[in-house]
């Protein structure tokens, strides 16, 4: 993984945390408020004991990315350089009580991350921060409504922090991979960015002049639910023919299905199983016209909202991420082609790339908000 703890974004890395300090504010309201930033901690700092039981300064820090299926841990040192990572199924609620509160998620984590910094010398962590999936209040800690997981108003911060004994930040899981790929990713030497992450769902994290974008009720970004003309699928907000009912791996699946049915010359007919969006873009590989015209289409869509969000806020790259980012330009060049047909003029187009940190970037952005958060209320981690 690359070196996080250094940007050549061409952006002050101050700059950007002081305005996530400002905007974040989560820190006074809970830590400092609360004495739980003090607890567990041994003095200035945390003691690393060595090999050979000396004990050396040193701090740790978490970054963790909780998704829908998996949750991935890293352990980082303060420069964010990654020591070491786990990974477990992530626990949803009970489907049977939706807003029970995640207790027993919350102890499992708390005690993978503490074998996992013990198992590198650390007896306990400066900070942590966590990418959670949905509608996330950074301020309050709170995972407003992490659906797939059946999560409603969790305080997930407050509770993961008494359990740690130290600061967690958390925000939603789009956006920590935007800050991820920012920082040491497709992202690099960029203040103004648009990541997409097209997987289960569909979702942007913006950021401009070096601050992520979060919105007045914290929805910035959510452009999978914005409905396309001509579509009238069903999506899982309730609504029908949003963008996410193409523009993710489901939308690619369905559409593949449809195709079929529809009596479509495409090798997917011979498919026994229900259809997957790898499956089509194997397809694709094949040569199969059907399953590359499903990529084109659901990209052409995807590459309009985009425009749109690129006249918006003028980014100079637009990153595309998440399991369907897979299919490369199967999925990309449909968008650039399509942002070619609302920004002709080449120059004023932004770039369309992959993003490089694949499944790293969320757990990178999550420990440079940890990291972030925990320099700017002790004035510099260098300063003791
Ligand atoms: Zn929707």
């Known amino acids: 993984m690359a070196e996080t703890g250094v940007t050549d974004c ?12 400002s905007k974040d504010r989560m820190s006074e309201k809970w830590t400092a408020g609360k004495g739980i930033a003090g607890e567990g901690m041994t003095g200035e700092g945390i003691v690393k004991e060595g090999m050979a039981g000396e004990v050396i300064a040193g701090k740790a820090f978490i970054g963790a990315d909780i998704g829908g299926t998996n949750t991935v841990i890293g352990l980082f040192d303060e420069r964010g350089l990654p020591l070491g990572e786990r990974r477990l199924a992530t626990m949803r609620a009970d489907p049977r009580h939706p807003t029970s509160d995640p207790a027993e998620f919350i102890e499992r984590l708390g005690q993978e991350i503490q074998a996992l910094a013990l198992a590198h010398g650390y007896r306990d962590i400066a900070a942590a921060g966590f990418g959670v999936p949905g ?26 922090s008494r359990r740690l004994g130290a600061p967690v930040y958390i925000d939603n899981d789009v956006r920590l991979y935007t800050l991820g790929e920012a920082a040491a990713g497709a992202g690099q030497g960029c203040a103004d960015l648009v990541c997409i992450t ?5 979702s942007a994290g913006i950021m401009t002049n070096g601050f992520l974008v979060r919105g007045s009720r914290l929805l910035a970004g959510e452009i999978g639910h914005d409905r396309v003309d001509g579509l009238d699928a069903p999506c899982n ?16 699946a369905r559409l593949a299905a449809e195709a079929v049915r529809s009596g479509k010359s495409t090798v997917l007919a011979g498919t026994e199983r229900p259809i997957t969006a790898l499956d089509v873009f194997l397809a694709c590989q094949a040569g199969d016209a059907v399953a590359a015209d499903i990529f084109r289409f659901a990209g052409r869509a995807l590459g309009r909202k985009l425009a749109a969000l ?6 100079q790259r637009i990153i595309v991420g ?22 002709p003029e080449a120059e004023w187009r932004p770039a369309v790339v992959s993003g490089k940190l694949r499944d790293k970037a969320g757990l990178v952005g999550a420990v440079r908000l940890a990291i972030e958060n925990w320099t700017g209320e002790r004035g510099g981690i260098h300063d003791e």
Not at 198 to 202: A, E, P, S
Request: aromatic share 6%.
């Open 10 to 21: 061409g952006m002050s890395e101050d700059r950007m945390s002081k305005d996530r300090m």
């Open 135 to 160: 509608w996330v209040d950074t301020a309050s800690g709170m995972a407003l409504d992490a659906s797939n997981m059946g999560w409603k108003n969790v305080r997930f911060a407050e509770a993961m």
């Open 198 to 202: 097209v997987g289960t769902g569909l």
């Open 237 to 252: 907000c309730g609504k029908r023919g949003c963008l996410e009912t193409i523009a993710s791996a489901p939308g690619i």
């Open 310 to 315: 690129a006249f918006a806020v003028d980014p």
């Open 322 to 343: 998440g399991g369907v980012a897979a299919a490369g330009d199967y999925l990309l060049q449909p968008i650039r082609d399509e942002l070619a047909v609302h920004i």
